[in-house]
């Protein structure tokens, strides 16, 4: 089982290529693929894969807590359910699986039932050969809340300074927080003359995978709120992206 | 724990189920390819079957979540010497003969090795080969409980419990080739109450794989995040914490 996280600066455009991602490894490769919208607060994979799940993670945490404040079952009985619990929270159609994070409405530190859902999380991702994470800019949700190791990290930056600076934070950060054993650069809407860029990303000892280039069919896309998972196989940005799976699929583990 | 000794627990909870009269069926399984068999429209090939059976495409769910399951594979070495056989043994109605679409479902499944190392003991324990093998069948990893869904579309096609342990017993050979001496496969479908009659009677059984477990258990306590660095007198939410880390205890408990 191979584990992707898919990080970056806000705006970047880590869901697009979460979902462009999504698209290949689910209709070129025969893997058994589990999607992870890992961000709280624009949880938006979902609807550009058009799977939308009707429960989150944050509702089984929250049923957790409350039944365990109850009591009204046996402990044991509420420990067996979670894997269930959490199962069907877990949308599914014929190319992949997804299950989102959800957006934390009550304050407080439930370390426990984080710990006890990351652990679920950990057995369920057994059933899969894929887990790809869109996270949230930030990796502190990868170590504390959703899952411990991460093996290949891709950093999304577009081809501003700016964005390209919080890259290297981001890479600063996974060498801190997390586990993984393989991170790589994607930029994305690239257009013009990028050569300073280039020049940077070198000194960043950051392994650029590929450039995916502004694309008309995203901007229409997006402008008409359409699932970008339905994207024709034509479109300028799915080639780059095929070769940048083919490069994370080749990483062993 | 011996082999001999699992034998022995398995053949006497079985002569007090026929005792019982309950409806037992045993077959001893020839070693045929499945393209041969009178389930070949049913394929069964090593990670060829990956694809999602939807809830909308399910003949049949067995286990999950308000239904009693068990799951228990347990590898163990037997010498040379030892006779074995390849076997399934179902106890209870096979699938045409079951009254609904979800049914309570026991798994326990017995494979003799050459060598056993703690990698092979893990790989053998691991459902999901299993899953992906069998077309139009999907196991959910759920810790000891079972839960899996047979699609409608292959319970046309003649799927039935004799053809899912036969295809079981295919599948670890196609894995696992001739590490594997032999595989005991033995299903309870529908009951509960022999279910939990069996859970109860393979205590032993159960208890040996625990304490092979406890040690890997003992390690996970250490695994809890605590913003509070474990002062907990000083946490405002430890009685919701403490409530929690119970549950966190039995549901390691379970992993085993």
């Known amino acids: 089982m191979k584990t992707i996280a898919v990080v970056g600066k806000g705006g970047t455009g880590k869901t697009a290529i979460t979902t462009l991602i999504a698209k290949v490894l689910s209709e070129d490769y025969n893997y058994k693929l589990l999607l992870i919208d890992a961000d709280p607060t624009h949880p938006h994979l979902s609807h550009m894969v058009e799977l939308v799940p009707q429960k ?100 999304i930056s577009d081809i501003s300074i700016r964005s390209l600076e919080t890259a290297h934070s981001i890479k600063e950060m996974a060498k801190k927080f997390t586990n993984y054993r393989y991170m790589g650069l994607i930029l994305n809407k690239v257009r013009g003359n990028i050569d300073i860029l280039l020049k940077r990303i070198n000194k960043l000892n950051l392994p650029l995978l590929g450039e995916i280039p502004e694309d008309e069919t995203i901007l229409d896309f997006d402008l008409k709120g359409k699932p970008l998972i339905n994207i024709p196989t034509n479109s300028n940005s799915l080639s780059p992206i095929q070769k940048i799976v083919v490069k994370v699929l080749e990483f062993k583990d | 724990m011996r082999y001999k000794k699992i034998k022995e627990i398995l053949d006497n909870f079985l002569k007090r189920v026929q005792l019982e009269k309950e409806n037992v069926n045993v077959y001893f399984i020839k070693e045929s390819p499945f393209y041969k068999s009178k389930w070949k429209k049913i394929g069964v090939y090593l990670d060829n079957y990956k694809d999602i059976v939807l809830k909308s495409d399910t003949g049949l769910e067995l286990g999950g979540m308000n239904k009693t399951s068990f799951s228990l594979i347990y590898p163990i070495k037997t010498t040379k010497n030892t006779i074995n056989t390849n076997k399934i043994i179902i106890i209870g109605p096979e699938i045409n003969d079951l009254n609904s679409s979800k ?71 196609q894995k696992f080739g001739k590490e594997i001496n032999s595989i005991e496969i033995l299903m ?49 939410y430890f009685k919701s914490c403490k409530s929690l880390q119970e549950i966190l205890e039995e549901r390691k408990n379970l992993e085993i």
């Open chain 2, 103 to 173: 049914t309570n479902f026991g798994l326990f499944i017995l494979l003799t090795v050459k060598n056993l190392s703690d990698k092979l003991f893990e790989s053998l324990r691991n459902f999901s080969f299993i899953s992906n093998g069998i077309d139009g069948f999907a196991i959910r990893s759920i810790p000891r409980r079972f839960w899996c869904r047979i699609s409608q579309n292959s319970i046309n096609k003649k799927f039935s419990f004799q053809f899912l342990g036969n295809a079981i017993i295919s599948l670890y050979k």
């Open chain 1, 56 to 155: 989150s993670l944050e509702d089984v945490r929250l049923e957790i807590i409350k039944e365990s404040m109850k009591k009204k079952n046996k402990l044991v009985k509420i420990a067996e359910n979670v894997d269930f619990k959490l199962y069907n929270a877990i949308e599914e159609n014929k190319k992949f699986s997804l299950l989102s994070i959800g957006n934390p409405e009550t304050a407080g530190c439930f370390c426990p039932a984080n710990s006890l859902l990351r652990k679920v999380i950990e057995s369920i991702s057994k059933d899969f050969d894929i887990v790809l994470i869109d996270c949230e800019a930030g990796l502190e949700q990868i170590n504390r809340r959703v899952i411990r190791s991460v093996d290949v990290i891709l950093i």
């Open chain 2, 188 to 236: 309870i479908t529908e009951s509960s109450k022999l279910i939990n009659k069996f859970l109860e009677h393979t205590a032993e059984i159960t208890n040996e794989l625990n304490n092979r477990w406890k040690v890997k258990v003992d390690n996970w306590k250490k695994r809890i995040d605590c913003d509070y660095e474990w002062a907990c007198e000083i946490c405002p």
